[in-house]
């Protein structure tokens, strides 16, 4: 695995959660934290101090990227920002994701977990 | 939502500036989705997030900062290292300087409540501290409500022995019953004493510090019921302190019922040294009202011995001996002074850097870091150099605290000596803060200011303010480097001056001992008689003794035994200031410390109980009272008798080098009635060698030993280290003080050097210019130097008045040497007209070798 990529993992859950939001799609903060709630049905509700520091912390180290060019949208909102995954972000999240993985399949080998599909 | 803009200010403003109008949205869409109740929750939620995340997001700023200062300050290894150096100088001399402060004056003592234990004396005209005598004390104690309660003791010193080991001499304290509870301490094994163990005649009790019932039984746990010999007197042992417990002082080992007697009437007999606890809500005042008030009935009451009688108290606290608190506090002074040197030093360290810094600074700026960015950077570079400075410095202070443990006096009433502990630790920490404020912080504010002009103008200068500041800073170093210059000047003519004195005796290879005869075995005279001519006559015929004799208590050991005398029967009291200091002396004393006798004879063995009784007194005690008279055959009363002056020898300095004393009276060793004023027996034995003394001491110890095996031999040393000791703590002092006005000289050179250096680098295209239109190099260099010139005299000025008003400050201890010694002064701006010439020559000689067309072509 690369190096700069091990540096990260494990990633704290508000990184890894805007990292599967921004997979999709390119999200201003708000979105982030309402597809973030959705999709863990509510029980990760980020708050706007937590949203910003990690988005802070992320364009830092490269994992996502502002995007100059906003989507023609009906919502779109001049103060807006929108946000888009970087490659090295994709990675990491793929690093993260498979780090996860191999976890639980060990939790499951010892019966600490339940089988999947 | 002025409430929620303003807990945005929680962040860091490049935080606030990037995402705050967003976040505000969020907020604002929220709460209007949001019940009346609904937003109470939302707000204490809101708010908890805003102070955990600000909390975050200035740590991961920091983190970052620490990151690009590490390798900000590892590109400049030379300087970094030269900051920490002199950073760790300045915290770590304060360190150490303020763990013998907070050892000396500051550290509450380890007893309960100590802020409520005061001192009490007597207090006659001349003598603002006297003992208590004991009728004294125990009126003061019975009549006053001031206090809880009151205990009072005086230091004995006991022969110890031992089966099967030699007799030893070991210092300890006769306390009153309640003095231990006074202090509030108890024994950590036995009991204290009880007013039973206190009575006339009780059965002889005692408690060993923990030092000597280590010593003694190597710590065995079951010794209370035990008993040990004192000066042939069997004591039990009822218990034995803890470690820490030092009083009245840390050569104290074992104490003892004082066993006051009730019949001692004598007011006049002052000895005890008294201790008090204050009523709870009772002020130190108030208490001293009280006080006075019943001295002053006492001094209606017993006109003839407590006439004008009136008491001193202060808080247990402050009973620290003058020159040691003076000492303790001219150090403090000192080292504060290297602390602001090096402050001024590494500022202007930091503007010089801050310069080279600009481009890389202006392009952080023009790549979007705000001026808070930038100035936070900067800060963290300081924060880390200076806590790097005092780690290393912390270090530092304790390597050399040892040295500066001597200046510690050995009288408190404390257990141990200064070392770096956890106060001592804070001390250094906030040292270390105000240090990285106080360089730190200027020069980064001056430069984020800089950052939003566009620095990035090619051969952009540094205006004259920041010229200003840093002249100031040079000058200011100077002034700080002068004061401690001209006060270690002076404080070593003082040093000169001391031991210039005559003692009045000569010390050279006289070696001195102590054999303490004690009471009741020695009470007679003539037995005690018989042990000193024995072992005098014994000495005196080995060979290398050219001479020796005994005296009650050698000068600068033994400072007081004053007593009063009367002319022509008139009463005596300590009132009247005809006080003398008295000894019992052997013949051969004066022969043995070449003592010369101008007038008449020395004592003789002949002059005895049956014989007139006589005196040998000093060329002062003769002028005093008999102004232009023949002393000899004067009588005066001393020591309850008439006695005829038979001799006069020339004056000693009894109290040491720095005081006259009164003058000495001496009398014969056996004109003293049979068990009376057993302090005065003669102890102390002085012999002069013509030998090393290790080839003889073991030789006298043998004589003493064969003449009594019961007699301990004790604090054998040469009378020359005796002398020597009496300029130890000057000497003390001024090595610290010296080292830190080298130091400080040192910075101050550096720091003009610095100063000019860098302008010249500032200025070349300036000279360049000057010296395409036809002005001689010796010009340019004359304009270097004449600045370094400037700021040397402007420095001096200021200095110089500085300088003498801290000499006047200090003149307590200046032994005579004049605030204003012309010597010193001339001395110490000759040294910094050199240091401004060294420190100005190298900056001079490159602006003497600035090529115009090089200059002119390349701009910069």
């Known amino acids: 695995m690369n190096s700069d990529i091990a540096k990260l993992l494990p990633l704290p859950p508000a990184t890894f959660h805007i990292l599967v939001a921004l997979a999709d799609d390119d999200r201003h903060g708000y979105a982030i934290m309402q597809d973030v709630a959705e999709r863990t049905g509510g029980t990760l509700k980020l708050s706007a101090g937590t949203l910003y520091r990690s988005i802070q912390r992320m364009l830092e180290q490269g994992l996502i990227s502002e995007v100059r060019q906003r989507p023609a949208s009906k919502d779109d909102d001049e103060r807006r920002r929108y946000y888009r995954i970087t490659a090295f972000g994709t990675a990491v999240a793929k690093a993260d994701a498979q780090r996860l993985f191999d976890m639980l399949k060990l939790a499951r080998a010892r019966g600490l977990a339940p089988e999947g599909r | 939502m002025r409430l929620y803009r303003a807990l945005l200010h929680l962040y860091p403003a490049s935080f606030r500036v990037e995402y705050g109008t967003e976040m505000e949205a969020i907020f604002e869409r929220r709460r209007r989705g949001a019940s009346s109740a609904g937003r109470l929750g939302l707000w204490v939620q809101t708010i908890g997030d805003i102070v955990a995340t600000a909390a975050a997001v200035h740590l991961d700023i920091l983190r970052q900062d620490v990151r690009y200062g590490v390798r900000a300050l590892r590109r400049t290894p030379s300087f970094s290292l030269t900051a920490i150096a002199v950073a760790a100088i300045g915290i770590g001399a304060n360190t150490a300087v303020f763990s013998v402060t907070d050892f000396v004056l500051l550290r509450p003592l380890p007893f309960r409540d100590p802020d409520r234990l005061v001192k009490i004396w007597e207090r006659t005209p001349g003598y603002p501290r006297l003992e208590l005598s004991p009728e004294n004390y125990r009126d003061w104690k019975r009549l006053s409500n001031s206090f809880s309660s009151m205990g009072a003791l005086w230091t004995i010193a006991s022969n110890l022995s031992t089966p099967g080991t030699d007799p030893e001499r070991v210092t300890g304290a006769a306390i009153t019953w309640d003095l231990l509870p006074t202090l509030g301490v108890s024994p950590r094994m036995g009991r204290g004493f009880t007013e039973a163990d206190d009575r006339e005649n009780a059965a002889g009790t005692i408690i060993l510090s923990d030092a000597l019932w280590r010593s003694l039984f190597g710590g065995e746990p079951d010794i209370v ?86 008491a001193t108290i202060m808080p247990m606290r402050d009973d620290v001996p003058k020159q040691s608190r003076f000492l303790v506090l001219v150090l403090s002074g000192a080292a504060l002074c290297v602390l602001l040197i090096v402050c001024a030093n590494l500022a202007n360290l930091l503007i010089t850097r801050a310069a080279g810094r600009r481009k890389e600074i202006a392009v952080r700026a023009a790549i979007g870091a705000g001026r808070e960015r930038i100035v936070r950077q900067l800060a963290t570079e300081s924060a880390m150099l200076a806590i790097a400075g005092g780690v290393l410095g912390v270090a530092l202070a304790y390597v050399a605290l040892p040295m500066l443990a001597t200046l510690a006096p050995v009288t408190l009433p404390t257990a141990g000596e200064p070392t770096v502990d956890a106060r001592v630790l804070v001390a250094a920490a906030v040292l ?105 006559g014994r000495i005196r015929a080995l060979p290398g003794v050219s001479a020796a004799g005994y005296i009650s208590g050698l000068p600068f050991v033994v400072r007081g035994a004053l007593w009063s005398v009367s002319l022509h029967g008139q009463p005596q009291g300590l009132a009247d200031s005809r006080s003398v200091s008295l000894r019992y002396v052997t013949p051969g004393f ?83 009635t049979d068990g009376w004023m057993s302090t005065y027996a003669p102890k102390d034995l002085a012999i002069k060698l013509s030998v090393p003394p290790g080839q003889i001491v073991p030789a006298i110890r043998q004589i003493v030993k064969d003449i009594d095996p019961g007699e ?149």
């Open chain 2, 590 to 672: 004066f022969t043995t410390l070449a003592i010369p006798i101008r007038r008449g004879r020395d004592v003789s063995d002949t002059d005895t109980q049956k014989s007139p009784f006589v005196a040998v007194v000093s060329e002062s005690f003769a002028r005093r009272e008999w102004p232009g008279q023949d002393p000899i055959g004067q009588r005066f009363t001393v020591a309850f008798f008439e006695r005829t002056i038979v001799g006069v020898v020339q004056d000693v300095r009894m109290r040491g080098l720095e005081s006259e004393g009164e003058p000495q009276v001496y009398i014969p060793y056996r004109q003293i």
């Open chain 2, 432 to 536: 270390t803060a105000f240090t990285a404020f106080a360089f730190g912080v200027l020069p980064a504010l001056r430069l984020g200011r800089e950052a939003d002009a566009a620095g990035l103008r090619e051969g952009a200068r540094g205006g004259a303010r920041r010229e200003r500041l840093r002249s100031t800073l040079v000058v200011a170093e100077l002034v700080a480097s002068i004061v401690l210059l001209v006060g270690t000047g002076l404080l070593l003519q003082a040093l000169w001056q001391v031991s210039r004195v005559d003692p009045g005796f000569q010390p050279d290879h006289v070696l001195t001992l102590r054999t303490t005869l004690p009471w009741p075995k020695y009470a007679p005279t003539e037995k005690r008689a018989a042990f000193y001519e024995s072992v005098l």
């Open chain 2, 225 to 310: 019921g035990r008993t040990i010999t004192l000066d042939d007197t069997r004591y039990q042992i009822v218990g034995v302190m803890p470690p820490d417990f030092a009083f009245p002082s840390r050569q104290v080992e074992f104490w003892r019922p004082i066993q006051l007697s009730v019949n001692d009437k004598d007011r006049t007999n002052t000895y005890l040294t008294v201790v008090g606890r204050l009523e709870p809500g009772v002020t130190l005042s108030d208490a001293g009202a009280e006080l006075n008030g019943i001295a002053g009935r006492l001094a209606v009451q017993f006109p003839d011995q407590d006439k004008q009688l009136a």
């Open chain 2, 712 to 860: 301990p031999v004790s604090d054998v040393r040469m009378l020359g280290d005796i002398v020597a000791q009496e300029t130890a703590p000057r000497e003390g002092q001024l090595r610290v003080l010296g080292a830190f006005a080298f130091i400080a000289a040192l910075l101050a050179a550096i720091g003009i050097h610095g100063l000019l250096a860098f302008g010249v680098s500032q200025r070349v295209q300036e000279f360049g210019v000057r010296l395409a239109i036809g002005a001689q190099p010796s010009q340019v260099a004359g304009l270097v130097f004449r600045q370094g010139v400037r700021l040397a005299l402007l420095g001096l000025v200021i200095g110089v008045a500085c300088a003498y008003a801290a000499a006047r400050a200090l003149a307590a201890l200046l032994a005579g040497v004049s605030p204003a010694d012309p010597l010193t002064f001339g001395a110490v701006i000759a040294l910094v007209g050199v240091l401004t010439v060294i420190g100005s020559l190298l900056p001079a000689w490159r602006a003497l070798r600035v090529d115009p067309i090089t200059a002119l072509r390349a701009e910069y």
